[in-house]
Nanobody, 121 residues
Framework: QVQLVESGGRLVQAGDSLRLSCVAS????????MGWFRQSVGKEREFVAS???????DYVDSVKGRFTISRDNAKNTVYLQMNSLKPEDTAVYSCAAGFSATRRPDSYTYWGQGTQVTVSA
């Protein structure tokens, strides 16, 4: 069974840092684009960051310079390092995998359950 399991989300204060992890199993994701998305209450799911098999990365403008996506293929794990967190970063963060995926959520095939990140002012 293919699984993506996120962890690391918690309540933090503005300006703090968090590192989210996504552990994959049941499939080889070496050739997939790995992405992080987030969804706040009352809003649509939003692209945050992605890491391509060739090493390229992509970030939504609102997190550039603050967030860093990385992947460890040996551990089948993808990370999202989040620094200088803001209250508007509060959301459920989900990881996803998809072959030749883009910023569009529907371009990803596999999804994790999500982990809650809450940033207080």
């Amino acid at each position: 069974q293919v699984q993506l399991v996120e962890s690391g989300g918690r309540l933090v204060q503005a300006g703090d840092s968090l590192r989210l992890s996504c552990v994959a199993s049941g499939r080889t994701f070496s050739w997939d684009n790995m992405g992080w998305f987030r969804q706040s209450v009352g809003k649509e799911r939003e692209f945050v960051a992605s890491a391509w098999p060739g090493g390229n990365t992509d970030y939504v403008d609102s997190v550039k310079g603050r967030f860093t996506i990385s992947r460890d293929n040996a551990k089948n794990t993808v990370y999202l390092q989040m620094n200088s967190l803001k209250p508007e970063d509060t959301a459920v963060y989900s990881c996803a995998a998809g072959f030749s995926a883009t910023r569009r959520p529907d371009s990803y095939t596999y999804w994790g359950q999500g982990t809650q990140v809450t940033v207080s002012a």
